[in-house]
Protein backbone atom coordinates (compact mmCIF):
# COMPACT_ATOMS: atom_id res chain seq x y z
CA UNK A 1 0.00 0.00 0.00
CA UNK A 2 1.40 3.64 -0.69
CA UNK A 3 1.87 5.93 1.77
CA UNK A 4 3.07 9.48 2.11
CA UNK A 5 5.24 10.67 4.61
CA UNK A 6 4.56 14.74 5.42
CA UNK A 7 7.56 16.14 6.58
CA UNK A 8 6.55 18.83 9.46
CA UNK A 9 9.24 21.10 11.12
CA UNK A 10 10.06 24.33 12.39
CA UNK A 11 11.39 26.16 8.74
CA UNK A 12 15.27 27.72 8.98
CA UNK A 13 17.08 29.25 6.41
CA UNK A 14 20.24 28.02 5.40
CA UNK A 15 21.86 30.65 7.16
CA UNK A 16 20.36 30.33 10.33
CA UNK A 17 21.25 26.60 10.06
CA UNK A 18 24.49 27.25 9.52
CA UNK A 19 26.57 24.92 7.40
CA UNK A 20 27.13 22.42 9.52
CA UNK A 21 23.66 21.75 10.63
CA UNK A 22 22.89 22.05 6.94
CA UNK A 23 25.57 19.24 5.37
CA UNK A 24 24.31 16.51 8.48
CA UNK A 25 20.76 17.44 7.53
CA UNK A 26 21.65 16.82 3.72
CA UNK A 27 23.49 13.46 5.00
CA UNK A 28 20.99 12.41 7.10
CA UNK A 29 18.26 12.74 4.32
CA UNK A 30 20.14 11.22 1.52
CA UNK A 31 21.49 8.00 3.92
CA UNK A 32 17.59 7.56 4.85
CA UNK A 33 16.64 7.80 0.66
CA UNK A 34 19.33 5.47 -0.23
CA UNK A 35 17.94 2.98 2.54
CA UNK A 36 14.38 3.60 1.56
CA UNK A 37 15.93 2.96 -2.30
CA UNK A 38 18.16 -0.49 -1.32
CA UNK A 39 14.89 -1.81 0.62
CA UNK A 40 12.79 -1.71 -2.57
CA UNK A 41 10.06 1.06 -0.81
CA UNK A 42 11.27 4.49 -2.31
CA UNK A 43 8.28 5.53 -4.85
CA UNK A 44 9.40 9.01 -4.84
CA UNK A 45 10.42 12.26 -2.88
CA UNK A 46 9.97 15.76 -2.57
CA UNK A 47 12.00 18.45 -0.46
CA UNK A 48 9.99 21.94 -0.89
CA UNK A 49 10.99 25.33 -0.28
CA UNK A 50 9.90 27.46 2.75
CA UNK A 51 6.34 28.07 2.96
CA UNK A 52 6.89 31.67 2.17
CA UNK A 53 7.15 31.07 -1.23
CA UNK A 54 3.67 29.24 -1.33
CA UNK A 55 0.82 30.08 -2.65
CA UNK A 56 -2.94 28.77 -1.41
CA UNK A 57 -5.92 28.84 -3.69
CA UNK A 58 -9.52 28.62 -2.63
CA UNK A 59 -12.77 28.67 -4.72
CA UNK A 60 -15.46 30.37 -2.51
CA UNK A 61 -18.88 30.59 -3.86
CA UNK A 62 -17.32 30.94 -7.51
CA UNK A 63 -15.06 33.10 -6.77
CA UNK A 64 -10.75 31.97 -6.54
CA UNK A 65 -8.95 33.32 -3.61
CA UNK A 66 -4.97 33.71 -3.72
CA UNK A 67 -3.42 33.50 -0.78
CA UNK A 68 0.80 34.45 -0.23
CA UNK A 69 1.65 31.71 2.11
CA UNK A 70 0.59 28.34 3.41
CA UNK A 71 -3.18 27.56 4.98
CA UNK A 72 -2.22 27.63 8.27
CA UNK A 73 0.44 30.09 10.15
CA UNK A 74 1.82 27.55 12.38
CA UNK A 75 5.59 27.23 13.24
CA UNK A 76 6.36 23.92 11.78
CA UNK A 77 5.14 23.79 8.19
CA UNK A 78 5.15 21.14 5.46
CA UNK A 79 8.99 20.66 4.46
CA UNK A 80 8.83 18.08 2.23
CA UNK A 81 7.31 14.77 1.32
CA UNK A 82 8.66 10.99 0.47
CA UNK A 83 6.15 8.16 -1.06
CA UNK A 84 6.86 5.19 -0.38
CA UNK A 85 4.80 1.54 -1.26
CA UNK A 86 5.12 -1.18 1.96
CA UNK A 87 2.22 -3.69 3.28
CA UNK A 88 0.98 -1.98 6.30
CA UNK A 89 1.10 0.77 8.25
CA UNK A 90 3.19 -0.80 11.00
CA UNK A 91 5.74 -1.11 7.89
CA UNK A 92 5.02 2.49 7.33
CA UNK A 93 5.78 3.79 10.95
CA UNK A 94 8.81 1.86 10.94
CA UNK A 95 9.95 3.60 8.08
CA UNK A 96 8.97 6.97 9.27
CA UNK A 97 10.84 6.46 12.75
CA UNK A 98 13.65 6.29 10.83
CA UNK A 99 13.05 9.82 8.79
CA UNK A 100 15.88 12.05 10.48
CA UNK A 101 12.65 14.66 10.25
CA UNK A 102 11.67 12.87 13.39
CA UNK A 103 14.56 13.79 14.93
CA UNK A 104 13.33 17.34 14.91
CA UNK A 105 9.83 17.50 13.69
CA UNK A 106 6.96 15.38 13.05
CA UNK A 107 6.50 12.77 10.54
CA UNK A 108 2.50 12.32 9.29
CA UNK A 109 1.70 9.35 7.81
CA UNK A 110 -1.18 9.49 5.42
CA UNK A 111 -2.08 6.29 2.82
CA UNK A 112 -3.07 7.01 -0.63
CA UNK A 113 -6.14 6.90 -1.58
CA UNK A 114 -5.54 6.99 -5.09
CA UNK A 115 -2.59 7.84 -7.40
CA UNK A 116 -2.14 9.24 -10.97
CA UNK A 117 0.22 6.74 -13.27
CA UNK A 118 0.96 8.26 -16.95
CA UNK A 119 -2.03 10.92 -16.51
CA UNK A 120 -4.76 8.36 -15.06
CA UNK A 121 -5.90 7.67 -12.19
CA UNK A 122 -5.62 4.22 -10.69
Known amino acids: MRYTLLFHYQEAT ?3 LGPEVLAEGQRAMSAYAA ?3 AAGVLLGGEVLHTSELSTTVRVRDGV ?3 QDGPFADTKEQLGGTIV ?3 PDLDAAI ?3 GQAPQAQWGTVEIRPGATH ?3 GVWR
Open 35 to 37: TLH
Open 116 to 118: LVD
Open 14 to 16: ADE
Open 64 to 66: TQV
Open 84 to 86: IDV
Open 94 to 96: AWA
